[in-house]
């Protein structure tokens, strides 16, 4: 992972000694200098660095005014660089990674770069959860999926498959073959469990069915709708954008466009 950081410093002397104890640093790149506020803001638009040591006391537009002005996309992370540490209070209030005294040490810029490699580490972890996470939710016409409800539904689709789908009816316990089953869609507070030759009824909501059911087998195609998905003969694409689905039995169902991403599950 290669680091991309910008000096900011009204000093060129200091500037240069930052960039030498750099040199150390085989995955620190040096994309540019600036030697006050305005011309860094300019330096990160054009370069993107994901690395900047801000001198606090620049003339003009100082290291405080200038993380105010960056947009929060552009803003990276930020070491400052100062002779006075009555700033270290405000520059940590600024969410800094870390605060050097001058004359810099080489041995605390080194920790310095090294808090900046975890915390890169850290937040590409985070953005590629995110990416997955958003992945899995339109794949699953969730689009809030969350991570503890992900975690949830891998630890479901590692236990042994059930079979049959237990349904409550007039103080009896019917278990239907999952095979059977058709579709099933949501009627009020109930839904309706559609199978070849019978209708059943259950108290449940569709999210409540949707973790009780195998998503290899079983997948939303609509807010009010769950189809079995080996029991699907035929896929018809409609002027609208929008699917209909013409099961084994004949039944035809909607895909709504929500649900598009399903269509290669369907295939």
Same mark, same amino acid.
């Given at each position: 992972m290669s680091i991309r950081a910008l000096i900011v410093d009204d000093e060129p002397l200091a500037r240069r000694g930052i960039a030498l104890r750099l040199a %150390?640093?085989?995955? &620190? !790149?040096? &994309?540019? !200098? =600036?030697? +006050?506020? %305005? !011309? =860094?803001?300019f330096a990160i638009s054009e370069h993107l660095p994901t690395l900047m040591f801000l001198d606090v006391q620049m003339p003009g537009v100082d290291g405080f005014e200038l993380l105010r002005a960056v947009p929060l996309a552009?803003?990276?992370?930020t070491v400052f660089v100062t002779a006075y540490d009555q700033y270290a209070l405000q520059a940590f209030e600024a969410n800094a990674i870390d605060y050097l005294l001058k004359p810099i040490e080489d041995a605390r810029l080194d920790a310095a770069v090294e808090r900046v490699r975890r915390a890169l580490t850290a937040r590409d972890a985070d953005d590629h959860c995110a990416r997955l996470l958003r992945l899995l939710g339109n794949v699953s016409g969730r689009p809030d999926l969350t991570l503890d409800e992900a975690l949830v539904d891998a630890d479901r689709m590692a236990q042994p498959v059930e079979e049959r789908l237990a349904i409550r009816d007039a103080g009896r316990i019917l278990r239907v073959p999952l095979e059977e089953i058709l579709w099933i869609d949501a =009627?009020?507070?109930y839904m309706c469990v559609h199978t070849g030759k019978d209708t059943h009824v259950l108290r449940a909501t569709m999210r409540e069915l949707e973790g009780r059911l195998d998503p290899r087998r079983f997948q939303r195609?609509? %807010?009010?709708?769950? &189809? +079995?998905v080996g029991r699907v003969k035929e896929l018809r694409a409609h002027l609208n954008g929008e699917y209909f689905l013409i099961l084994d039995s004949g039944q035809q169902l909607k895909l709504s466009r929500s649900y598009k991403d399903k269509v290669r599950l369907l295939h």
């Open positions: %150390r640093h085989p995955d &620190v !790149e040096i &994309v540019g !200098e =600036a030697a +006050n506020g %305005r !011309e =860094a803001f552009q803003l990276p992370l =009627a009020g507070d195609i609509h %807010r009010s709708t769950i &189809v +079995n």
